[in-house]
């Protein structure tokens, strides 16, 4: 949970999601490039090593034909001298004495004093290559052979037992062997074969003299998979995959191998290369150093980008941390802009310039509009107080002249009711009490015009509770009285309703007067929106203008009106209660 907890919170800052997502895309881009690169290389190494085996392959192919040509060479000289070919030809079909008395008397008949015949011609001319061994020339059908041996100690290292048996075609022998056959050149009949018996010692030397270092197991091998030469270590049960042909292939055994071979027509031997891909030592070097470069590339290309996104992350902290400031209120906050020039440098001095603006704002048009509407507030409120004394007195003086002191006494008394309400300095009364004042106001002025207005007061008992701005609804009725009341009428009525509806309380005072015209409501109307007063609507844009000062432009006095037949005021107040 604390783990998730975490993730959350670091997830939530900027900073630490481009951080993230940008580690994540050098991660994947730089692990692919290293699949790419290890598997390229791979097959890259793999396939030189291969091209490499199948080059050495064909230089020891080479080798075979070059021997089969040298031996070819040499039998081919033998039929070009005559003395030559009938020599041989006697000795394989005469026995050995016959043979010698043959030779003795073919030198007697000669003119020269150096004899000359096969013997002499085969071990002068093969003699030429130092990898030939023996020499074997034998006629099957009369049984009749003649051996020489160039070199005895190879001729004991490369065979088991050291005699002519011992070369019997089935493995016991390490030599190679090139066989011509030999033909009679007058009658074309086979007269014998000539073998020759070479080492393996010039494969060696491919093997060994080459300046790059040769990887896996070389061996020649003929139809039946017998092994005649074999170079490095050969593997057990490798051979069992190997079919006599010229193929390339991999097998799979503890270890994965690549397979090669080549078939040698003349000789009819199959030279076969043995690739075990854990001897590869160059491919892991590979991998190990492209590995290590993607980690050291991956390594950098993060830590580098972190220590300068770290920098503006703690930039943003900043500006994130003075914003904070600023929502709670303290608007003499700067941010230092000296740390760069870039994006976050301009956000930080438009913070600035905003902040100075708003201060000066505040200072010159906010704190300025609010003085101004608390004197033109205490200016309506001492025009109100005046008027309303001037018309009260009028009143009183009219009826004191008109009947006795008992009535005078009444109408002093509800005027110091009024006088002592309106000296109240609470900024909120109960409606209950606005409407005491309200029907005391009415009174005095029903003994000016007695009998000729009727006040009727509408509303549930619980909204007496709710509290008001004073002084709310006596304006207003005092609004009807002066431009709406009939004094040629008995019936002006007068209605004030109250009502709760969500959450608002709704106060509308609906008179039966002389209403209001179309032009003069709408120029009264456009005076309520800009707060602007004149003398015909003091008492209404003064209380239209307390009540949105105090609780916004959401709440105020509405007006509409029928002209001679009703106005109805609308007062729009936030419920407060007690």
């Keep these: 949970?604390?783990?998730?907890?975490?993730?959350?919170?670091?997830?939530g800052k900027l900073f630490h999601r481009v951080f993230f997502t940008y580690s994540t895309i050098i991660i994947l881009t730089m692990s692919s490039l290293f699949l790419f690169l290890s598997n390229y290389y791979s097959d890259f190494i793999v396939q030189r090593e291969i091209d490499k085996h199948g080059t050495i392959?064909?230089?020891?192919?080479?080798?075979?034909?070059?021997?089969?040509?040298?031996?070819?060479?040499g039998v081919r000289?033998?039929?070009l001298e005559k003395d030559l070919i009938q020599d041989l030809a006697f000795a394989l079909q005469h026995d050995y004495e016959e043979y010698i008395g043959y030779r003795l008397e073919k030198f007697a008949n000669s003119d020269s004093f150096v004899p000359y015949n096969f013997d002499i011609y085969v071990?002068?001319?093969?003699?030429?290559?130092?990898?030939?061994?023996?020499l074997d020339i034998k006629n099957e059908t009369l049984g009749t052979e003649y051996f020489y041996l160039f070199n005895h100690l190879r001729w004991y290292e490369n065979t088991q037992q050291g005699t002519r048996k011992d070369i019997d075609g089935k493995g016991n022998s390490t030599l190679y062997t090139v066989e011509e056959i030999i033909n009679d050149p007058i009658y074309l009949e086979r007269l014998g074969t000539l073998s020759i018996h070479f080492t393996y010692e010039n494969v060696e030397r491919i093997l060994s003299l080459r300046d790059d270092t040769i990887q896996g197991t070389f061996l020649v091998t003929d139809e039946e998979m017998n092994v005649y030469f074999l170079h490095g270590d050969l593997t057990e049960g490798v051979l069992e995959d190997i079919r006599f042909g010229t193929v390339q292939k991999e097998v799979k055994l503890d270890d994965l191998y690549y397979i090669q071979t080549s078939v040698e027509p003349v000789g009819n031997l199959m030279i076969t290369s043995i690739i075990p891909r854990k001897e590869l030592?160059?491919?892991?070097?590979y991998k190990i150093t492209i590995l290590l470069i993607i980690i050291v590339l991956t390594v950098i290309a993060i830590v580098l980008p972190y220590f300068s996104l770290r920098g503006h992350s703690k930039r943003v902290d900043h500006i994130v941390t003075k914003m904070r400031k600023v929502q709670e209120g303290n608007l003499k906050i700067k941010i230092d802009t000296r740390q760069g020039n870039d994006d976050l440098s301009v956000i930080s001095e438009t913070f600035n310039e905003t902040l100075d603006e708003l201060n000066n704002y505040i200072n010159k048009v906010y704190t300025s509009k609010i003085k101004e509407k608390e004197a033109e507030l205490a200016s309506l409120q001492a025009q109100i107080n005046p008027h309303f004394l001037y018309n009260t007195l009028e009143a009183i003086r009219m009826k004191s002249l008109a009947e006795g002191g008992r009535t005078t006494a009444k109408m002093i008394v509800q005027l110091s009711e009024l006088f002592r309400h309106s000296l109240q300095t609470a900024e909120l009364v109960t409606l209950e009490e606005e409407q005491n004042h309200a029907r005391q106001y009415i009174e005095l002025f029903s003994f000016r015009f007695p009998e000729q207005l009727t006040s009727f007061f509408a509303g549930n008992e619980e909204l007496n509770r709710y509290l008001i701005p004073p002084?709310?609804?006596q304006p207003l009725i005092e609004n009807f009285l002066i431009h709406g009341f009939k004094q040629n009428s008995n019936d002006n009525r007068l209605v004030v309703r109250m009502k709760e509806k969500d959450s608002t309380l709704l106060i509308q005072i609906e008179d039966n007067g002389k209403g209001i015209g179309e032009e003069t409501l709408e120029r009264i109307l456009c005076k309520l929106d800009r707060g602007e007063s004149t003398s015909d609507s003091i008492g209404l844009i003064n209380v239209n203008e307390r009540i949105k000062l105090k609780y916004g432009q959401g709440y105020?006095?509405?007006?509409?009106?029928?002209?001679?037949?009703?106005?109805?005021v609308t007062v729009k107040l936030p419920v407060i209660e007690r």
């Excluded at 392959?57 to 060479?73: G, L, P, R, T, Y």
């Excluded at 030592?281 to 070097?285: E, G, M, N, V």
Aim: no cysteine.
């Design 1 to 11: 949970m604390k783990t998730l907890s975490f993730f959350r919170r670091i997830s």
């Design 57 to 73: 392959i064909d230089e020891i192919k080479s080798d075979f034909h070059e021997k089969h040509q040298f031996v070819s060479q």
């Design 77 to 79: 000289n033998l039929y």
């Design 123 to 134: 071990k002068n001319y093969f003699s030429r290559d130092d990898t030939v061994v023996a």
């Design 281 to 285: 030592a160059s491919l892991y070097t």
């Design 471 to 473: 002084f709310i609804l």
């Design 556 to 568: 105020g006095v509405t007006i509409e009106s029928i002209p001679d037949v009703k106005t109805v």
